[in-house]
């Protein structure tokens, strides 16, 4: 009963529907960091300490994120703003994890001309880990993906092993940790744009339904709302249309919702800890080195399949791609259908341009896991890079059936 007393602890600060394997896995390496050999004693040490509940958090619910990431997006959201009657424009980020998306957004509204008092950046996570990081400004090359880095010389500037953010692009977000669920604007107006990418399928039925509630409270009438790869077709079946924006996933309202069809008894779990809107912190002043990981190091772990995933997760956050890529290659050698390892390894060779390896490790994660939700949107995106619109659309079609069966299953 431990498990499921954490599991709850959880869904009650953060408000999503965490599944047991994700918290199991979390739990048993935060406890391996912590030296706690028991799970009495850990759960224990979480009802006192808040600050490892938030590690926890981090651990489960913080997404992947680079900047720019999905670029038609932005792109789309540049063109909104400079068409936009209302000035400021007002844009949402939620939720935000360490900072990468209101950051891009800010970079690209500042590369296309557009003055820094015709928009306001308000960005919220659950996490006041996560939000203390995006604060700072700090970041390492797993951050940086894809062929156009342009922005990184623009408006970063190397630190350490890695890149600090300039302070004129910090000032332009304001953080706030904050859950969806139960979030106002902070001067009471509605926003023009929202990006709330791939976070209703951590949700069951009946939270997506107030999730998508509070998303249309937040949207102006004529506001525009970025969404991830799947959710299209909830958000439709919910009051909203799809957006004719093209590379990019977007939704706008439909006529207004009728509220008889919203459940009448909708989960609202309670606010994490409050914090006041902030802009931009310093960056650290000794930023964390990149873990110098030797063979040594890697034979000692190699005996443990978990250790060495978190060995490999270690180089990949420090930007150490080509030594990660090898972590996880061992760690195939020894559990040859790890599909985190086969994963990662998808998206270490993405990053490398190396669409074709990519694609057979993402495969080979959905051979081991077919309902791998990430793994099939990675897939819908490579195919469709390489003018396999069929392919594309039948990865797209998979992954929006892993989310509807998720939600059917949670609603049993």
Not at 131 to 141: D, E, F, M, P, V
Not at 206 to 219: F, G, N, V
Not at 313 to 338: F, H, K, M
Request: some cysteine; charged content about 25%.
């Amino acid at each position: 009963m431990t498990s499921v007393h954490i599991q709850s602890m959880l869904q009650q600060a953060t408000g999503l529907d965490l599944g047991s394997e994700p918290v199991e896995v979390a739990v048993r390496r935060r406890m391996r960091q912590r030296h706690i050999a028991d799970l009495a004693s850990y759960l224990s040490e979480i009802v006192r300490n808040r600050d490892e509940l938030g590690a926890l958090i981090d651990l489960v619910v913080v997404p992947e994120t680079w900047f720019f990431r999905d670029a038609g997006a932005f792109s789309a959201a540049v063109q909104f703003v400079s068409g936009c009657p209302r000035k400021p424009v007002r844009i949402l980020s939620v939720p935000c994890a360490s900072g990468e998306e209101p950051y891009s957004l800010s970079m690209a509204l500042v590369d296309a001309g557009i003055a820094p008092d015709h928009f306001v950046i308000d960005a919220v996570d659950v996490s006041p880990q996560v939000i203390l990081r995006a604060q700072q400004g700090y970041y390492k090359g797993n951050s940086f993906r894809g062929n156009d880095l342009g922005f990184r010389e623009r408006h970063f500037r190397r630190h350490g092993d890695g890149y600090e953010l300039a302070p004129e692009i910090r000032r332009l977000v304001r953080f706030r940790c904050g859950n969806l669920l139960t979030l106002e604007p902070p001067d009471g107006w509605p926003y023009d744009i929202i990006f709330c990418r791939n976070l209703l399928i951590y949700f069951n039925e009946s939270t997506q339904a107030a999730a998508i509630l509070k998303l249309r409270a937040l949207l102006q009438d004529d506001g525009m709302l970025f969404c991830g790869y799947a959710e299209t077709t909830v958000f439709s079946l919910n009051g909203f249309s799809r957006s004719p924006v093209t590379n990019a996933f977007a939704v706008q309202k439909k006529a207004p919702l009728d509220v008889r069809a919203v459940p009448a008894e909708m989960p609202y779990p309670s606010s994490p800890v409050k914090a006041s809107w902030t802009f931009g912190s310093p960056p650290l002043p000794h930023p964390v080195a990149a873990p110098q990981e030797t063979a040594v190091m890697e034979a000692a772990v190699r005996k443990d399949p978990q250790a060495l995933l978190e060995h490999a997760e270690r180089l990949a956050n420090a930007g150490a791609v080509d030594e990660a890529i090898q972590a996880y290659r061992t760690c195939l050698e020894g559990v040859p259908d790890s599909v985190q390892a086969n994963f990662m390894l998808g998206l270490l060779h993405e990053q490398k341009h190396d669409d074709k390896g990519a694609a057979e490790f993402l495969r080979r994660a959905v051979y081991f896991n077919p309902n791998h939700y990430e793994a099939l949107c990675h897939l819908a995106l490579l195919a469709e890079r390489h003018g396999n619109t069929a392919g594309g659309r039948t990865y797209r079609q998979r992954a929006a059936r892993v989310f509807e069966r998720r939600a059917a299953e949670d609603k049993q």
